[in-house]
């Protein structure tokens, strides 16, 4: 039998979510276990496209939401955090933009001009020009507006290695995930037969936390899952671009970001209104079609002539709305010594984090002694989508 072990607390679920909580207690001086059943962020978060969102595509239609409000502090914590100084050290991760754009192919609705420029976004959101265009749009042939966002966009596979270094010894791969019981209260877990007892377990794996909650016994919080259909190109006629495509609705029309393959060539991964209910519905050739058509109009002059294309589809686990609509910040349920939730989305896995570090303050929980734990099998690194598909 497995040695048993006792931490402060216990997370379940390797993506950006438990693992930027879990870099965050053991700053704080928590001892920490994190089990992954699969690989590290090979859920949802390697299949992210890595934008730290400030809240001005929850704005499109002209003014402020609860979303764009919520999210809106977390550019600032994560730049603070990838120069060194934030609440984790980020440094070495790498950033593939300093700034996420808006760009509008043709006249831009004047409402929304003036919306930009009012009080309500200045600072967040700036138009460019020229040179100061992402490289894909820098072609005499385009016509329309750019917004340059005070946002950023990470690459997700190098945030993921940070975290995990961050982790220390304390990543454990584990397959069957039991309630360890004493009576009726929940103690810890059984990992793989072996015991691990916490003052406080988090359940954060995603998609994945239905189905242990189901192995506890418990119906609540209910999840729901808002399903896309992801697009991937990859070829040398690609430039970078990390932009929204505005359509008029509001929703963004397509979002492209660009990311490096393992073989040095450029990925695009789009996504926005395209990925959403119609192209959820599409057939993966019919996608790609879709696709293709849309960059042929929006970019004639990108070269697609020996582009491999493929598509993915993401749930994205959220906890149960009312009409599936998107929660506005992460979410955290407490039942005891247990604490489920999901960030709802990649930028707000520090508010995640802000939620259960809360919880423990206001139950007194301080670290308690920290005792080396024993050598721990070890979740290997999630693989890009693109370098699975397109190799």
């Known amino acids: 039998m497995p040695s048993p072990i006792s931490t402060d607390v216990l997370i379940v679920g390797a993506g950006v979510a438990g693992l930027w909580l879990n870099a965050r207690l053991r700053r704080q001086g928590y001892s920490t276990v994190l089990v992954e059943s699969a690989s590290l962020g090979g859920g949802q978060s390697v299949k992210s496209q890595g934008i730290i969102h400030g809240g001005a595509k929850y704005a499109l239609h002209g003014a402020l939401t609860g979303a764009s409000e919520a999210i809106a502090d977390m550019p600032r914590r994560w730049r603070e955090a990838l120069a060194g100084d934030g609440e984790l050290d980020l440094s070495g991760v790498r950033l593939l933009s300093e700034a996420h754009y808006l760009w509008s192919p043709g006249t831009l609705a004047g409402n929304l001009t003036s919306f930009f420029a009012s009080k309500a976004v200045r600072g967040r959101v700036d138009q460019v020009k020229g040179e100061q265009l992402p490289p894909a749009l820098q072609d ?27 982790a220390g010894d304390g990543l454990l791969a584990g397959q069957k995930i039991e309630p360890l019981l004493e009576g009726n209260v929940l103690l810890g877990l059984k990992v793989d037969e072996r015991e691990i007892r916490a003052q406080r377990i988090v359940l954060s794996a995603g998609a994945g936390t239905a189905a242990l909650l189901e192995a506890l016994g418990l119906s609540q ?86 582009t491999q294309w493929a598509t993915l589809r993401v749930d994205r686990a959220e906890p149960l709305q009312s009409g599936l609509i998107r929660p506005d910040n992460a979410f955290v349920a407490e039942q005891g010594r247990l604490l489920v939730g999901w ?33 721990l099998p070890k979740p290997p690194m999630g693989v890009p989508a693109w370098d699975q598909l397109l190799p």
């Open 221 to 306: 919080p209910a999840m729901q899952r808002r399903p896309l259909h992801m697009i991937i190109a990859k070829g040398p006629g690609l430039k970078p671009m990390y932009a929204h495509c505005l359509g008029g609705g509001t929703k963004p029309r397509l979002t492209v970001t660009t990311h490096p393959a393992a073989d040095g060539q450029w990925v695009w991964y789009m996504g926005g209104d395209i990925a959403e209910a119609d192209g959820v519905a599409r057939e993966p050739a019919e996608q790609i079609a879709t696709a293709k058509q849309e960059v042929g109009q929006l970019l004639p002059w990108i070269d697609l002539s020996t």
């Open 140 to 166: 005499k042939r385009f016509k329309g507006k750019v917004y340059r966002l005070a946002e950023l966009v990470v690459d997700v596979p190098s945030l993921i290695q940070r975290l995990a270094d961050l």
């Open 343 to 375: 960030p709802t989305k990649l930028a707000l896995a520090p508010d995640f984090a802000d939620r259960v570090i809360a919880n423990l303050a206001r139950d007194g929980i301080q670290p308690g002694q920290t005792t080396p734990l024993p050598p």
